[in-house]
């Protein structure tokens, strides 16, 4: 891998990191314009934690970065074989990927697997915009649980009512946090 070809792909993973880190410090700002009542636990903590783990990826993907491009222009260590590190690296590409790594999924996923997903998020959203947070979730998670997952419907109901009903505990007795109602249902 050349300098350019490693700059090149950690690219895309800092750039993301850095709009999040310039988001999440906004938020966090932003939260000290409210009561420490209102802001303290979820704006506070999420936009804190989006902050720590944005930077965590830039210094990650940064330090990575900065040790390939000093191995690459260092050259060859004494006595290591250029040819057989070639080969060796060659032999790499050939290896068999994890079907479980995130970028493998990604990279693979055929259009339908794409288009579907696309369609769950788009119906999530209007759900949510017609019905609210609470039977946008139960709907998401009954349908995607039954016709994605291949769960059966025992499962998918008891899974959809443990959700929803945590979500609304979190939401209406811990945090105070008032939910999005939907223009169909007052209430939410």
Same mark, same amino acid.
């Given at each position: 891998m050349s300098v350019? #070809? /490693?700059?090149?792909?950690?690219?895309?993973d800092l750039v993301i990191s850095f709009v999040l880190l310039v988001v999440c410090?906004? *938020?966090?700002?932003?939260?000290?314009?409210?009561?420490?009542?209102v802001s303290m636990l979820l704006p506070r903590l999420a936009a804190g934690l989006g902050l720590l783990?944005?930077?965590?990826?830039?210094?990650?993907?940064?330090?990575a970065l900065s040790q390939e491009r000093i191995r690459l222009l260092s050259g060859p260590l004494e006595g290591e074989d250029v040819l057989g590190a070639q #080969? /060796?690296?060659?032999?790499?590409?050939?290896?068999?990927?994890?079907?479980?790594?995130?970028?493998?999924?990604?990279?693979? *996923?055929?259009?339908?697997?794409?288009l579907t997903a696309l369609g769950f998020i788009s119906a999530f959203f209007l759900v949510l915009y017609l019905c609210g947070i609470f039977v946008a979730a139960a709907a998401l998670s009954l349908s995607y649980l039954t016709a994605i997952g291949k769960k059966s419907w025992r499962f998918s109901s008891i899974y959809t009512v443990v959700l929803t009903g945590l979500l609304w505990l979190l939401m209406r007795q811990v945090t105070y946090i008032p939910s999005p109602v939907g223009i169909l249902f007052s209430g939410g």
């Open positions: 350019k #070809s /490693a700059k090149r792909s950690a690219k895309p410090t906004g *938020a966090l700002l932003w939260s000290f314009t409210y009561p420490t009542a783990c944005a930077a965590w990826m830039i210094v990650g993907k940064w330090s #080969s /060796a690296a060659s032999q790499d590409d050939g290896k068999e990927q994890d079907p479980n790594d995130p970028e493998y999924i990604l990279s693979h *996923a055929s259009r339908r697997a794409w």
